[in-house]
Structure formats: C-alpha cells, structure tokens
C-alpha cells in the first residue's frame, strides 16, 4: 500500500469490545501508541471517552488511529453520544466521527457494538485488520474494504 499511515499503524493496537447476556458491555484497548513518539506520550487508548469507551445504554467502542485526533474529539464517547442524543445507529455515528477526525488531519478507525449486539466499524484508512463472532455462529474476519 502506499497509505503511509496505514504502514505505520498496521502492527500497533488490539481492541476488543464484548456484551454479555445482561447487557453489560464492555471494551478494551491495548497498543505500543505511534511508531516514533515522543518518550513518555500517552496516547489516547488508555483515555476513556477518547480511544475506548463502553456505556450500557448505547454502545462499546475501542478506537485505533492518531491518537491526538481522538483526543482532541473524544472520538469513542462522542459516537455514543451521537447515539444516545441524536438517535444515530451505530455504524452512522462512527462515520460521523471518523469524517470529523479525517477533516482535521486524522486516520483511523473504531469498532464496535451496541446495546443490542449489532456490531459495527469505521475507518478512514486502507484497512483495518478486524473480526467478529456472534451468539448465532456468525462469525467474520476483514482486513480492507469497508
Ligand atoms: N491510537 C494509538 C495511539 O495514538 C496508536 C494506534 O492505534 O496505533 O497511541
């Protein structure tokens, strides 16, 4: 690819986001942050509400990406708000929000699943290696295209 930031990122974080038969969801992120950071850089993974974030009432997300831009949006917290008080579904927040972080300068993306199970993500990268699995059976694993 010649997507540079994608080169850079491709290796570097491991989100997950699960919900279990009483509803609770729940979501984590782990990741080396930017190839290249400033010594002691936190980025945004650990930061709840920017690079992972999990509200029973709407959804879980964990965000992988630039993390100044998903700082600088509460990228994760600010899906779930377009949720809870714009009545978005989840795939259409998580748009909204990477199109925000992509206007300002940021690549990335986020996955995720509502209150219902729904699973959903977004990106503004040339891939983002992800996978899902189901109560159903139904189970997936993408690496490019939306
Ligand atoms: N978001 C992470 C950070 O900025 C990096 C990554 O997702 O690859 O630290």
């Not at 377009?82 to 998580?94: C, F, G, P, R």
Request: aromatic share 8%.
């Amino acid at each position: 690819t010649e997507d540079k930031d994608f080169e850079d990122h491709k290796y570097g974080t491991v989100g997950c986001v699960a919900i279990d038969l009483d509803g609770n969801i729940v979501a984590g992120t782990s990741t080396g942050g930017m190839t290249n950071k400033k010594y002691g850089r936190i980025g945004d993974s650990p930061i709840i509400g920017a690079g992972n974030y999990a509200n029973n009432e709407t959804c879980g997300i964990s965000c992988t990406g630039t993390g100044e831009y998903f700082m600088r949006t509460l990228a994760a917290h600010e899906a779930s708000n377009l949720m809870q008080y714009q009545d978005l579904n989840l795939a259409q927040a998580m748009n909204k929000v990477i199109a925000k972080i992509g206007s300002l300068g940021g690549t990335g993306g986020m996955i995720g699943l509502d209150k219902d199970g729904r699973v959903a993500w977004d990106f503004n990268t040339a891939g983002m290696f992800r996978a899902y699995k189901n109560s159903e059976g139904e189970n997936s694993v993408e690496l490019y295209e939306k």
